[in-house]
């Protein structure tokens, strides 16, 4: 809840940086209770759920392997 409140819970996108934004962690947490079971609006919030955590998984596969090669190459194994 902490990510909604520090967003600032606008759920209209600005252009400007400096404008309040909803991550995709806070529209899951504002949307969830209020949506119907299986309905269209709750897939959608499953989709951004999915999307969070396949980019999350990515990115720390990533960085992962960055920190090994790193780790490998100031030990002077490679």
């Given at each position: ?14 252009w400007?940086?400096l ?35 396949g ?24």
């Amino acid at each position: 809840m902490i990510v909604l409140m520090a967003s600032g819970n606008a759920s209209v996108l600005s252009w400007s940086i400096l404008d309040s934004a909803r991550t995709i962690t806070a529209t899951i947490a504002a949307e969830l209770a209020e949506t119907v079971f299986g309905g269209h609006h709750y897939r959608v919030l499953f989709m951004l759920g999915t999307l969070l955590f396949g980019v999350t998984f990515i990115s720390n596969l990533v960085a992962g392997q960055v920190i090994c090669r790193l780790k490998l190459k100031l030990e002077g194994k490679r």
